[in-house]
C-alpha cells in the first residue's frame, strides 16, 4: 500500500460522514448513493472498523460497480479493469491522504466489488493527532479510472543502412552560383520521408568554410508523420583520390520541415578553391549524404 498526500479533491467522488463516533466501531459497511464515474455507476463501501474477517483492525473501503454497459453484458465473461485511489482527509496537512497498491483492479461477473481491506488502521483513523477526524467528522473518496484496451501501438524501428540511402549531388559552374545565401539539392527519399540537402558556399563562419546540411522533408503518402531520428554521413568527394571529407552527425527531425543538421565548416573556402586538393575540379563539387540510420514509425495491434 501507498500513501501521499495531494491537494486536490477526488474527482470520481467525496463524502463527508458528520457524527462519526455512533459508526466509528462498525464492522458493518456503509453504501454511499450511487454515483457516475468513467462511464459506468459506483457505490463507494466504507467499513470504519473493518471488514469482518478481513480488515483485521483496519478501515476497509472499496469501489462496487452498480451496472455495466450494455454491449459488455453480452458479453459472457466481460471485464472492467480499473485503477482505484482512495482519499481520507488529513486535516492537520489540509490535504487528502491519497491510498493506492499500483495494480490493476478487475471487474467481472463474478467480482463486482474491489478495493482495500487494510487502507488504515482503525487505531490510526480515529486518533485525532492524526488530522483524519476533525469535529466528529470524516471526509473519504474514491477515484476511478478505468482502462480500456489500447487501440493500437506505436512502433518505432531503426534501421541500419536502409535502401537507396546514398544521395550524390554534383553541382556544376560552382563559382557562377550567385549571391544566393543556400543552395538546395533535389528532393530524395529514405525510408517513408523525403530528404534533400542544403549548401552554403561562402559558410556561416567568419573562418570561411563551406557548409552542408541535410533536411527532413514532407512524408510519404500513408506514412506516420512523427518526430525521425536520422544519423548520417556527409561527405564532400575529392575527384583526385579517395581523400573525401566527411563528418558524422545525428538528429531527431521533427515533424515539420527544419533548417536541417550538419556542419557548417566541413571544408575551408581556401582548400575548397585549391584544385591541387582535388576538391574542385572543372568548377565543379560532388556532395554527398548517406543516410546511416534512420527510424521507421509503424501503427500495429501488438507490440
Given at each position: 500500500m501507498m500513501q501521499i498526500l495531494r491537494e486536490e479533491a477526488p474527482s470520481s467522488y467525496l463524502m463527508k460522514m458528520v457524527g462519526f463516533s455512533?459508526?466509528?466501531?462498525?464492522?458493518?459497511?456503509?453504501?454511499?448513493?450511487?454515483?457516475?464515474?468513467?462511464?459506468?455507476?459506483?457505490?463507494?463501501?466504507?467499513?470504519?472498523?473493518?471488514?469482518?474477517?478481513?480488515?483485521?483492525?483496519?478501515?476497509?473501503?472499496?469501489?462496487?460497480?452498480?451496472n455495466v454497459a450494455a454491449s459488455e453484458m453480452l458479453m459472457h465473461n466481460w471485464e472492467v479493469n480499473v485503477e482505484l485511489n482512495f482519499f481520507i482527509y488529513n486535516h492537520n496537512d489540509k490535504k487528502y491522504s491519497v491510498f493506492q497498491d499500483g495494480t490493476i483492479k478487475?471487474?467481472?461477473?463474478?467480482?463486482?466489488?474491489?478495493?482495500?481491506?487494510?487502507?488504515?488502521?482503525?487505531?490510526?483513523?480515529?486518533?485525532?493527532?492524526?488530522?483524519?477526524?476533525?469535529?466528529?467528522?470524516?471526509?473519504?473518496?474514491?477515484?476511478?479510472?478505468?482502462?480500456?484496451p489500447i487501440e493500437k501501438l506505436e512502433r518505432v524501428v531503426?534501421?541500419?543502412?536502409?535502401?537507396?540511402?546514398?544521395?550524390?549531388?554534383?553541382?556544376?559552374?560552382?563559382?557562377?552560383l550567385g549571391d544566393a545565401k543556400y543552395h538546395y539539392s533535389d528532393e530524395f527519399v529514405v525510408g517513408d520521408?523525403?530528404?534533400?540537402?542544403?549548401?552554403?558556399?561562402?559558410?556561416?563562419?567568419?573562418?570561411?568554410?563551406?557548409s552542408i546540411y541535410l533536411q527532413a522533408m514532407s512524408y510519404l503518402p500513408n506514412a506516420i508523420v512523427s518526430c525521425t531520428y536520422a544519423k548520417m554521413k556527409l561527405r564532400i568527394l575529392n575527384q583526385k583520390n579517395s581523400?573525401?571529407?566527411?563528418?558524422?552527425?545525428?538528429?531527431?527531425?521533427?515533424?515539420?520541415?527544419?533548417?536541417?543538421?550538419?556542419?557548417?565548416?566541413?571544408?575551408?573556402?581556401?582548400?575548397?578553391?585549391?584544385e591541387s586538393k582535388g576538391?574542385?575540379?572543372?568548377?565543379?563539387?560532388?556532395?554527398?549524404?548517406?543516410?546511416?540510420?534512420?527510424s521507421d514509425t509503424k501503427l500495429v495491434d501488438s507490440i
Amino acid at each position: 500500500m501507498m500513501q501521499i498526500l495531494r491537494e486536490e479533491a477526488p474527482s470520481s467522488y467525496l463524502m463527508k460522514m458528520v457524527g462519526f463516533s455512533e459508526v466509528k466501531l462498525s464492522h458493518h459497511p456503509y453504501e454511499s448513493a450511487a454515483f457516475d464515474a468513467s462511464g459506468h455507476k459506483w457505490r463507494l463501501i466504507f467499513h470504519p472498523a473493518g471488514k469482518e474477517g478481513d480488515g483485521k483492525d483496519h478501515v476497509s473501503v472499496y469501489a462496487r460497480i452498480e451496472n455495466v454497459a450494455a454491449s459488455e453484458m453480452l458479453m459472457h465473461n466481460w471485464e472492467v479493469n480499473v485503477e482505484l485511489n482512495f482519499f481520507i482527509y488529513n486535516h492537520n496537512d489540509k490535504k487528502y491522504s491519497v491510498f493506492q497498491d499500483g495494480t490493476i483492479k478487475r471487474y467481472n461477473k463474478a467480482e463486482n466489488e474491489c478495493g482495500f481491506a487494510q487502507m488504515l488502521s482503525v487505531s490510526k483513523l480515529n486518533d485525532p493527532k492524526n488530522g483524519y477526524i476533525n469535529e466528529d467528522a470524516c471526509i473519504i473518496g474514491v477515484e476511478i479510472f478505468v482502462i480500456k484496451p489500447i487501440e493500437k501501438l506505436e512502433r518505432v524501428v531503426f534501421t541500419h543502412n536502409p535502401p537507396n540511402n546514398k544521395f550524390t549531388w554534383k553541382i556544376s559552374d560552382f563559382s557562377k552560383l550567385g549571391d544566393a545565401k543556400y543552395h538546395y539539392s533535389d528532393e530524395f527519399v529514405v525510408g517513408d520521408r523525403k530528404w534533400r540537402m542544403k549548401m552554403n558556399p561562402k559558410g556561416e563562419t567568419e573562418n570561411k568554410a563551406l557548409s552542408i546540411y541535410l533536411q527532413a522533408m514532407s512524408y510519404l503518402p500513408n506514412a506516420i508523420v512523427s518526430c525521425t531520428y536520422a544519423k548520417m554521413k556527409l561527405r564532400i568527394l575529392n575527384q583526385k583520390n579517395s581523400d573525401h571529407i566527411e563528418k558524422t552527425v545525428w538528429k531527431f527531425y521533427s515533424r515539420e520541415n527544419e533548417t536541417g543538421s550538419g556542419k557548417s565548416d566541413l571544408i575551408s573556402v581556401e582548400d575548397l578553391n585549391d584544385e591541387s586538393k582535388g576538391f574542385l575540379v572543372k568548377d565543379t563539387i560532388v556532395l554527398q549524404a548517406c543516410l546511416m540510420c534512420i527510424s521507421d514509425t509503424k501503427l500495429v495491434d501488438s507490440i
